[in-house]
């Protein structure tokens, strides 16, 4: 498949996953990768000094980029999705921003992600979306500290029933309501296709707020080639926007014992 240039990091929260977390880094070198990304990797919204240190020193060590460094998400097992639009967690959310800015300012990291979180019972959706504006504000404040940004993602709500921010123009408002110039899109084709959205034209009518793009194949969620989307032409016109960003890879491995050999169609 041709990729016209275009340059790929590995999620190595989804792949890789099968090893250790400071040795994912290693493979995704061995893989002949610049780059990766990660969900939050801890269960606690702030890591130990210990953790931090050794997580920051396996990406130098690999002489990798961090691209990418996902928010707390909450606690995935027990059906979270983000913690960035529920009242009652701000402050952990908050701690978290700090925890999460810390480390991308030690690696160079310019792209923080912030799942946006499912509707809570009781609590009204309004509500939740103030919550949401003032926490992406507060961690847009402190990302500009570093000179990164802060990317809101539309999560399709096929598998993910409910999630409220599901299509590009629900995330653009959101990004539009914080009035935060470091605010972006993450453009992940996977999601976009399973809502159906149009995913070329996505990314045309989005190409001034796209900080970053991942893939996955629908409808399976696999590598580029065993679903249903034709990446080559989006490869192409992501080229020819010029688009000079990372292409994170997000998908779900061939062989999950073993991550590296994912990537045959590259």
């Not at 939050?40 to 130098?60: G, L, N, Q, T, Y």
Request: hydrophobic share 45%; aromatic share 8%; proline share 5%.
């Amino acid at each position: 498949m041709r990729t016209y240039g275009l340059r790929f990091d590995v999620n190595c929260s989804i792949l890789y996953a099968e090893l250790p977390l400071v040795r994912r880094a290693d493979a995704a070198k061995a893989a002949g990768f610049g780059g990766v990304e990660f969900w939050w990797p801890w269960d606690a919204m702030a890591p130990s000094d210990a953790e931090a240190d050794a997580f920051v020193r396996s990406i130098a060590d690999a002489g990798l980029e961090l691209v990418s460094l996902n928010f707390h998400t909450g606690d995935m097992a027990a059906g979270d999705r983000g913690i960035v639009s529920h009242p009652a967690r701000t402050r952990e959310f908050r701690e978290n921003v700090a925890a999460c800015v810390d480390i991308a300012a030690r690696t160079g990291c310019t792209r923080l992600n912030a799942p946006y979180g499912l509707r809570v019972p009781g609590a009204h959706g309004a509500e939740q979306d103030a919550v949401a504006i003032e926490n992406l504000a507060f961690a847009a404040r402190a990302a500009a500290g570093i000179g990164a940004s802060v990317l809101v993602e539309a999560i399709n709500s096929v598998d993910i029933p409910g999630f409220p921010v599901d299509t590009s123009d629900k995330a653009l408002a959101v990004i539009e309501a914080t009035g935060a110039g470091n605010v972006g899109f993450l453009a992940d084709l996977y999601h976009l296709a399973k809502m159906g959205e149009d995913v070329a034209d996505v990314l045309s009518d989005c190409r001034e707020r796209i900080r970053h793009v991942q893939v996955a194949d629908p409808p399976g969620r696999g590598a580029p080639g065993t679903g249903t989307l034709d990446f080559e032409p989006l490869f192409r016109q992501l080229a020819g926007q010029g688009y000079d960003g990372w292409v994170g890879l997000e998908y779900v491995p061939v062989d999950p014992a073993d991550s590296a050999t994912s990537f045959g169609w590259l």
